[in-house]
């Protein structure tokens, strides 16, 4: 019998109810072609989190297993890491977020006892792939400061804030009747509390005598057996900590005040007291006191001096120094510089057992934001090489994109580039930590992930199989000027701290170009070369981008003039725009950053090609940049901010385009506009008439807004002028008198557009062959619209001022004005499509995404490919608004007919430095697709913006499906990737849900409530990928990927890394001959009889409460769900049960075959004695 699925059936309802709601042109759409078949259903969705990379934010202590070769961390907001081999991580959460006090390992028996600020105990199994709590153990009236747990014991001792102890069984978890009390430990002539525990651990040589350190200073060796105190040490300093010698004589304290006291433990009252750091007086006084040192460890070796390490102790006349680490070897005192302060260290030793020697071979530190391992057996000390990805956060993170199934050959090209960047210096010995196993996993798909740094730094990491390794290091900042201090603040009033930070990035994968976005308005172009360069002069483009309607820029009355803009030949020729100095006026037509001047030398990897700068504009720093996308195929760069919008190309090294939104498309225009004449042509200059005569005046650069100056105009433009200075403020005006400001403007507009038709009518548009509205054909690249153009100075003849004058682009309403204000470009999407509607052709498109909603597309004219594409000018020409949507528009894509994802056109990447052939050979831009059959639309436009989701059909441009994704929240981050066999938009909202919406119908198949934004950086950080990854920030200095996708899910055990691989226990040392005979050896302890129920009794009930863990038999059953879960359980049952139906049925045959022998030999013996007298026996 069939299963009944009730997910797909809510799938069909909800595949119904969406395609119900699309618009009555969408269904007759659908009747002329066939529906897109769709394979994703509920059953390819599930989401869940697959590892977690990155150093453990605000770290708090750490543990080591000496044996396993595994390390632990915990930290202030309760996470543990675990980390072995490179490779080998894992990830675990408390679940009330304590700050996790103190770790503790049960040595190779594959878990983990961790205390908390909360005062819980809790004890995890390491033994599975995902960790669990086993047990837990709450204490109600005591806070728990210090815990130890004996090598090869059951028992954890747990000291407490009042100074008591008590001990739990790590086995069952509970407390044993067994307590020191604090008053039995001190002297009875004490009259003070000696305060917390700050320290317990048993004597080396005799597990029946406990050292217990109290924080006023009193140190206390406890006999277990009899019950009381043997000796006690009193100094006049705190306690931090205590360390034993092996041998079991002596222990060490460190103290508040600086000092070391050496104590033996049979007399209480000499202590050696030395000040490792402390000056000492000629005279014989007490040194002076320094800093705390806050833990001191004792390691000895066969061969040599005994190690002392310690952190802090410094003099109090060090100030500003950074947190050290002493190192005590003999006569010789290292002390080691940390670049952040120490939070724990740990001294790595051959041996787990305390009464042999220990060995020290390396010292573990732990600091706020590294993790540092230095080798003892070296001379200077040097650290070794950090195989895991700690260094995510080396400079913030500011922007984070994914990359998943990457060409098979990126990898190791980045990889090959990067591995010459790494650091010299390190210690020759493997890295230490090397527990654990990979995993199996069966993803094979290269995956790269890109971080952005506020450093300007890039790096490139290799995310493949839930791993993560650094690959390549780009440092932008190279490429510029370092400010002098005295600079800096003249210089650099947009961002004082990091100029140089990432704002976005764009890159593709196929061709490896890579396109920058500073926050200083700075654009850098990279190609990816295997050979070394040095670029003499780097190549250098200025745009002056300005919001067109800004009351910063109120406009001369006596006419409002620019010098002309000559076309440059090159870039090298570019001279430095006049800079306003500050004390003069107001800073303008000036970069925020001085491109470096002196040559740079490039080595391999990503290499500049060229870079752009925004200029400040009367005073007013550059906006920034809000979207940017690269293509390869193309030769262009596009960048948009609430400016404007400006195209690049990078091949030719020119400006194409820079224009306003609302020069693209006005909001009071139809979708589709109409031809109109342009209201005036911008004369070139006669220096750049002679350059290149060819050109006559009908092949210039025109724009919408530009146009000749007539003297016949200067009262409408002053008209003109005045209104738009008044609209410019009309949001502070009522609806009424705006709208009769308006008609005053559209009066005043509709003149002007007569008279400049009148102008115009000698001198045609160049029209695009795609569009019936020029907006742009550039020759020699240079195109300006309305307020904003680029500045190239030659070094020919100087600009001319009479044909200089321009006017402000024309608007049809104040609403626009207030939209335009506002309205931002937030998204590009290069593509070969439909430029028009009811267009049969396809071609090289830009399509536009604003922050309002709006959808604008834009058609490209590309020369051929080859020498021609160096020297013939790349037209460009609006086809006007296509769709609105509610919110701003964050992703957009195209499919083909049959549903599938048509990527970005790309070329294939080659080496710009190698061989001409090579270079000519891959340098080919692919084919255009074929041509549609008429009549019939044969692509998908996948529009999704912060509240809904749009699917038009193209070139019709008919909305097929329509989607309202949320109405109380917005959308974050949405991508178009393909998962599960099929496509689908995959949607972040504010609100935590991550969903899906399968293409192109607009059906969710899946909703997940996963995680509220409760920090900016995780909308900043979050993005999704192929094959349902996706990954965010979060924290200052950890990544977390996540899947959605149910495949990966299901494999998600297998991919993960082992923690626990069975091992040896090394044997323990040998008390030799004399010492077993004279009993000089270590005194073992039965502990069972001395804590358990039958000879301490029962504990109080209301001291602590146990909680079962989930990690336990009952609560794995009980969390293991789902289908495959079942079927897995029942096979293992049907498993169990089939062998022990086997062995019962195999010892049954025995018997009975047991049972017939004996039947046998009886019977013989019988016929044997049968005829026999008794006497014949």
Same mark, same amino acid.
């Given at each position: 019998m069939k299963k009944f699925n009730i997910r797909k059936v809510l799938d069909g309802l909800t595949a119904a109810s969406s395609s119900s709601s699309s618009s009555p042109s969408a269904t007759q759409t659908g009747a002329q072609n066939d529906p897109v078949p769709e394979v994703l259903q509920s059953d390819h969705f599930q989401l869940c989190k697959t590892?977690?990379?990155?150093?453990? @934010?605000?770290?708090?202590?750490?543990?080591?297993?000496?044996?396993?070769?595994?390390?632990?961390?915990?930290t202030q907001s309760g996470a543990l890491r675990l980390f072995g081999r490179a490779g080998v991580e894992c990830y675990c959460q408390h679940e009330s977020g304590a700050a996790v006090i103190q770790l503790q390992f049960l040595i190779n028996e594959g878990a983990l006892v961790s205390a908390l600020a909360d005062d819980?105990?809790?004890?995890?199994?390491l033994r599975q792939k995902i960790p669990a709590v086993l047990h837990s153990l709450k204490f109600n009236r005591e806070r728990i400061t210090y815990c130890h747990l004996p090598f090869q014991s059951?028992?954890?001792?747990?000291?407490?804030?009042?100074?008591?102890?008590?001990?739990?069984?790590?086995?069952?978890?509970?407390?044993?009747?067994?307590?020191?009390?604090w008053n039995k430990a001190i002297e009875l002539s004490t009259k003070t509390h000696p305060g917390p525990v700050v320290h317990i651990s048993d004597n080396p040589m005799d597990e029946?005598?406990?050292?217990?350190?109290?924080?006023?200073?009193?140190?206390?060796?406890?006999?277990?057996?009899?019950?009381?105190?043997?000796?006690?040490?009193? @100094?006049?300093?705190?306690?931090h900590s205590v360390a034993w010698h092996h041998e079991g004589k002596q222990f060490v304290c460190s103290h508040s005040d600086g000092t070391l006291t050496t104590w033996n433990i049979r007399a209480q009252t000499k202590p050696q007291i030395i000040t490792p750091h402390g000056k000492q007086p000629k005279d014989g006084k007490k040194p002076e006191p320094c800093k705390p040192?806050?833990?001191?460890?004792?390691?000895?070796?066969?061969?040599?001096?005994?190690?002392?390490?310690?952190?802090?102790?410094?003099?109090?006349?060090?100030?500003?120094?950074?947190?050290?680490?002493?190192?005590?070897?003999?006569?010789?005192?290292?002390?080691?510089?940390?670049?952040?302060?120490?939070?724990?260290?740990?001294?790595?030793?051959?041996?787990?057992?305390?009464?042999?020697?220990?060995?020290?071979?390396?010292?573990?530190?732990?600091?706020?934001?590294?993790?540092?391992?230095?080798?003892?057996?070296?001379?200077g000390y040097p650290i070794f090489e950090n195989p895991y990805p700690l260094t995510i956060h080396e400079s913030p993170?500011?922007?984070?994109? @994914?990359?998943?199934?990457?060409p098979a050959e990126l990898i190791p090209a980045l990889y090959s580039v990067g591995s010459r960047q790494k650091r010299q210096g390190f210690s020759k010995k493997e890295w230490p930590i090397s527990g654990g196993n990979w995993g199996q996993g069966t993803q094979s798909y290269p995956e790269v992930i890109i971080t952005g740094h506020a450093d300007g730094s890039i790096k490139f990491w290799d995310a493949s199989a839930l791993m993560l390794q650094v690959l390549y290091k780009l440092k932008t900042a190279k490429v510029f000027e370092r400010a002098r201090r005295s600079e800096e603040k003249a210089?650099?009033?947009?961002?004082?701290?990091?100029?140089?930070?990432?704002?976005?990035?764009?890159?593709?994968?196929?061709?490896?170009?890579?396109?920058?976005?500073?926050?200083?308005?700075?654009?850098?172009?990279?190609?990816?070369?295997?050979?070394?360069?040095?670029?003499?002069?780097?190549?250098l483009l200025e745009v002056r981008m300005q919001s067109e309607f800004s009351e910063g820029d109120s406009p001369d009355p006596a006419g409002d003039q620019t010098p002309t803009l000559p076309t440059p030949s090159s870039p090298q020729e570019v001279e430095p725009p006049p800079q306003t100095p500050n004390s003069d006026g107001p800073r303008d037509n000036i970069p925020c950053l001085q491109v470096r001047s002196s040559p740079l030398k490039q080595s391999p990897g990503f290499q500049v090609e060229l870079v752009v700068q925004l200029l400040w504009v009367s005073g007013e720093p550059p906006q920034p940049i809000t979207s940017l996308a690269v293509n390869s195929s193309y030769g262009l760069v596009v960048l948009g901010n609430s400016s404007g919008l400006a195209v690049v190309d990078f091949l030719q090294k020119t400006l194409l385009l820079n224009m306003g939104t609302s020069e693209l498309c006005s909001p009071a225009d139809p979708p589709l506009r109409q031809p109109r004449s342009p209201r005036k042509t911008r004369q070139i200059s006669t220096a750049s008439d002679s350059m290149d005569g060819s050109n006559t005046s009908e092949d210039r650069c025109k724009s919408p807004t530009s146009g000749s100056t007539s003297p016949c105009n200067s009262d409408d433009e002053r008209k003109h002028r005045f209104i738009e200075k008044v609209k410019s403020k009309s949001r502070r005006f009522s609806k009424t008198v705006a709208n009769d400001f308006a008609r005053m403007s559209r009066k005043i507009s509709s003149s002007g557009e007569q008279k400049s038709d009148l102008a115009e009518r000698r001198v045609p548009p160049r029209h695009s062959p795609t569009c019936k509205q020029p907006l742009s054909c550039v020759n020699e690249g240079v195109a300006a619209a309305g307020t904003n153009w680029a500045f190239f100075r030659t070094k020919s003849a100087p600009p001319s001022k009479a044909n200089a004058s321009f006017t402000r682009s024309r608007s049809s309403s104040v609403s626009s004005i207030d939209r335009e204000s506002r309205e931002v470009i937030s998204s590009f999407c290069f593509c070969e499509s439909f430029p028009k509607k009811g267009e049969g052709s396809l071609g090289p498109c830009l399509l536009l995404g604003t922050s309002q909603g709006s959808v604008i597309m834009v058609a490209l004219s590309l020369p051929p490919t080859g020498e021609s594409r160096l020297q013939q000018p790349v037209g460009i020409a609006s086809c006007g608004s296509l769709v609105t949507l509610k919110g701003g528009i964050l992703t957009m894509a195209l499919l083909d007919s049959s549903g599938s994802l048509l990527p970005p056109p790309s070329e294939q990447w080659y080496d710009p430095n190698g061989s001409e052939e090579e270079r000519e050979k891959r340098r080919r831009r692919p084919a255009s697709p074929t041509s549609p059959v008429e009549g019939q639309d044969s692509q998908f436009l996948v529009l999704c913006s912060e509240k809904q989701a749009k699917v038009l059909a193209l070139p019709s441009q008919t909305r097929v499906h329509k989607h309202s994704i949320t109405e109380s929240s917005f959308v974050l981050r949405a991508d178009v990737v393909t998962v599960g066999g099929g496509n689908c938009i995959a949607c972040f909202c504010a609100n935590g849900h991550i969903m899906t919406l399968s293409l192109p119908s607009l059906r969710p198949p899946a909703d997940v409530n996963y995680l509220p934004l409760t920090d900016m950086r995780i909308a900043r950080t979050f993005c999704f990928s192929h094959l349902g990854q996706a990954l965010y920030l979060t924290s200052p200095t950890e990544i977390q990927r996540i899947t959605y996708s149910q495949d990966t899910c299901e494999h998600r055990q297998e991919m993960l890394s082992e923690l626990f691989t069975p091992v040896e226990t090394p044997e323990a040392p040998n008390r030799g001959f004399f010492k077993g005979l004279f009993g000089g050896g270590a005194q073992s302890l039965d502990r069972e009889d001395l804590f358990g129920e039958t000879g301490a009794g029962k504990a109080s009930r209301s001291l602590?409460?146990?909680?079962?863990?989930?990690?336990?038999?009952?609560?794995?059953?009980?969390?293991?769900?789902?289908?495959?879960?079942?079927?897995?359980?029942?096979?293992?049952?049907?498993?169990?049960?089939?062998?022990?139906?086997?062995?019962?049925?195999?010892?049954?045959?025995?018997?009975?075959?047991?049972?017939?022998?004996?039947?046998?030999?009886?019977?013989?013996?019988?016929?044997? @004695?049968?005829?026999?007298k008794w006497y014949q026996l």
């Open positions: 590892v977690r990379h990155g150093f453990p @934010y605000q770290p708090s202590s750490m543990a080591f297993d000496p044996v396993q070769k595994v390390l632990a961390v915990g819980s105990i809790h004890l995890w199994n059951k028992w954890l001792y747990i000291g407490t804030e009042r100074g008591n102890i008590h001990i739990v069984n790590v086995e069952s978890f509970t407390l044993s009747g067994y307590v020191i009390m029946g005598k406990l050292l217990i350190g109290f924080e006023c200073g009193v140190v206390v060796l406890w006999d277990l057996k009899c019950k009381k105190a043997d000796c006690r040490y009193t @100094y006049d300093e705190a306690i040192i806050l833990k001191v460890e004792y390691k000895t070796t066969r061969a040599g001096d005994p190690f002392m390490v310690l952190s802090g102790g410094l003099s109090y006349d060090t100030v500003g120094r950074r947190a050290c680490l002493t190192v005590m070897h003999g006569k010789s005192t290292a002390v080691l510089e940390m670049d952040f302060p120490i939070v724990d260290f740990l001294t790595l030793c051959e041996t787990p057992y305390p009464n042999d020697f220990q060995e020290p071979y390396a010292v573990l530190v732990l600091l706020e934001k590294d993790l540092v391992l230095i080798d003892l057996g070296q001379i993170v500011t922007c984070c994109e @994914y990359f998943v199934d990457c210089g650099s009033e947009i961002v004082d701290e990091d100029p140089f930070a990432i704002q976005t990035l764009s890159w593709c994968p196929e061709s490896r170009m890579l396109c920058v976005a500073g926050v200083s308005a700075h654009i850098i172009v990279y190609r990816f070369s295997k050979q070394e360069v040095t670029t003499d002069t780097v190549q602590a409460q146990h909680i079962p863990g989930p990690g336990g038999m009952e609560g794995m059953k009980g969390a293991a769900s789902g289908v495959v879960g079942d079927l897995a359980r029942a096979r293992i049952a049907l498993d169990e049960r089939g062998q022990k139906l086997g062995e019962l049925e195999d010892r049954t045959a025995a018997m009975m075959a047991s049972a017939d022998s004996f039947s046998k030999h009886a019977h013989d013996m019988m016929l044997k @004695y049968k005829d026999k």
